[in-house]
């Protein structure tokens, strides 16, 4: 019996709809999470300015993170995303852990060489994140970085574990690589060149930096969605106190309640 040749335009959309139907049916499956939704906190126990600690933001921001960690699920409440972005506002954003805060502003320490490093290198300004999920609660703190004085990085970097200290060195962060052996042998090699020595010197491209804040926003999270976000800033040159809408907050402070 001979076969009936099958025209090159049906093989072709047979292809395209066999492509189409699992295309659609992967996406069917992988994308739908329209029912993931999670209680937050109910409107009894709602968050509103007379709920603040404090009317410094740093203070309320301290009462929050010692929330955070007193609750033993949450495991790095020090860990909060930080947003860069290049001079011409390409933005980029990745987790970090912050490593101490006072009032100048919040520490971190990384890669001087790495993309937020040459981000903030022609673009000074963040803004970075916590959240942390059991308290339904998260903070967004938009500020200016500063290089803290190598001095300080040092210090930090001295009471690392030294296996982090030599990770810092093995790493030229955020470069292409050939793979993870090129990595491991260089940190071998370090380990060998470094193994009687308790500590290995900081590398002059590590260190950190330093936030300085000018708005914090205190989010917590409602059931209903009708989330509690108080905000302070500092009032914009020539603005006028509008107490309709503004509350006074210590020092130059004012704080707004937005929408959610
Ligand atoms: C929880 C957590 C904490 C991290 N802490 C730091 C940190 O403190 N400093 C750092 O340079 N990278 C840290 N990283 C790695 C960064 O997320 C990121 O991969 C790295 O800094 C390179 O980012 P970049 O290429 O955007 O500069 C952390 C990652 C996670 C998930």
């Known amino acids: 019996m001979s076969r009936v040749p099958i025209p090159r335009k049906v093989t072709l959309s047979f292809t395209w709809l066999s492509t189409g139907a699992l295309f659609s049916r992967f996406f069917s499956q992988m994308a739908d999470l329209s029912g993931m939704r999670k209680p937050y906190h109910s409107t009894e126990d709602a968050f509103d300015i007379d709920h603040l600690v404090s009317l410094d933001p740093m203070q309320q921001f301290k009462a929050w993170l010692d929330e955070a960690c007193k609750e033993k699920t949450i495991l790095e409440p020090n860990a909060m995303a930080l947003a860069t972005a290049t001079k011409d506002g390409i933005p980029s954003v990745r987790m970090i852990l ?65 296996d982090s200290q030599l990770g810092a060195l093995a790493s030229n962060q955020s470069s292409v690589i050939s793979g993870r052996h090129a990595l491991l042998s260089t940190y071998q090699e370090l380990q060998e060149k470094y193994a009687q020595q308790e500590s290995v010197p900081k590398p002059e491209y590590w260190g950190g930096y330093l936030v300085k804040p000018f708005v914090y926003e205190f989010w917590q999270g409602q059931t209903n969605r009708l989330h509690d976000r108080l905000r302070f800033r500092k009032l914009r040159e020539g603005e006028m106190l509008d107490e309709s809408v503004m509350h006074r907050g210590e020092a130059d402070w004012i704080i707004e309640r937005l929408s959610p």
């Open 98 to 162: 912050m490593k101490g805060f006072d009032a100048s502003g919040f520490r971190f320490f990384t890669n001087f060489n790495s993309r937020k490093a040459v981000e903030l290198n022609s673009n000074p300004r963040v803004s970075m994140m916590f959240y942390w999920e059991p308290l339904k609660k998260s903070v967004r703190i938009d500020g200016t970085v500063e290089k803290l004085p190598e001095e300080k990085s040092t210090e930090y970097f001295s009471v690392r574990p030294k």
